[in-house]
């Protein structure tokens, strides 16, 4: 299925706010809010009350937010079974779609799927998830997703360990950089915020998700402006320069 997509972004670091801790009273505006303070991506957090304890949205929510996100949209299925709900968000307006490969009983056709839909794909790690399910997929890899936290809920709080699993990814998306000139975003997702934003940069991410933290943001301290200006800032001379974005 071919449809007009919106371009990747430029940045080296992109920002992506994950819905998830939006007011949902008001969501069409919330988004047109962090996308007008400078942010990259919108994320959509899909869960089943299966795969993980928590149910949140649809493909219609995805649809009906479209108009208003003036960037990709990207869409993190945490569902089981996942292959069914491809087609549907990929109809809705995602652009970017990954899932978990304990979700998936055969993750290159998940894979595959993902991008005959014409939706940039990309797996998902949870933190105890080893990184040999990335060994016979990184050619149909376009986004790596590391879990910082266990999934299911917003407002956790970050799991450091997480660092060594970032800069081990790292060192796999650049040797097949090398090989292949392919570039592989690596997304983390799970207690981002200004004060360690920079340490998850400097472990090798080039693209984060900021729930609470973005859409937490008071008035008083600048609102979203504010706290999307704040990580920018910490990511300003971060230890991704000189790669590819």
């Avoid at 991008?115 to 790596?144: F, Y």
């Avoid at 809920?153 to 650049?174: M, V, W, Y």
């Amino acid at each position: 299925m071919e449809r007009e997509r919106f371009p990747v972004p430029g940045p080296r670091h992109r920002l992506a706010p994950s819905i998830l801790s939006a007011d949902f009273a008001r969501l069409g505006e919330e988004v047109e809010r962090v996308v007008d303070a400078g942010c990259d991506l919108v994320h959509v957090d899909v869960m089943d009350n299966h795969y993980v304890p928590n149910l949140t949205i649809g493909p219609m929510v995805c649809e009906a937010i479209r108009p208003r996100a003036a960037v990709p949209i990207d869409v993190h299925l945490m569902v089981k079974p996942v292959d069914a709900l491809v087609p549907l968000f990929a109809k809705a307006g995602a652009d970017l779609i990954s899932f978990h490969p304990e979700a998936s009983d055969h993750v290159d056709r998940t894979l595959s799927l993902i991008r005959e839909h014409g939706c940039r794909a990309g797996l998902a790690l949870n933190p105890a998830t080893p990184l040999h399910h990335l060994d016979h997929v990184m050619d149909r890899l376009d986004l790596i997703l590391v879990m910082s936290v266990n999934p299911g809920f917003g407002g956790q709080s970050f799991i450091p360990a997480a660092l060594d699993k970032i800069a081990a990814i790292r060192r796999r998306i650049d040797h097949h950089a090398e090989v292949t000139g392919r570039t592989i975003w690596l997304e983390v997702d799970g207690g981002i915020k200004p004060n360690n934003i920079r340490a998850v940069a400097d472990a090798g991410a080039d693209t984060f998700v900021a729930g609470s933290a973005i859409f937490g943001a008071a008035d008083t301290d600048g609102g979203y402006r504010g706290v999307v200006s704040r990580m920018r800032a910490a990511l300003a001379n971060a230890g991704l320069a000189g790669r590819a974005a």
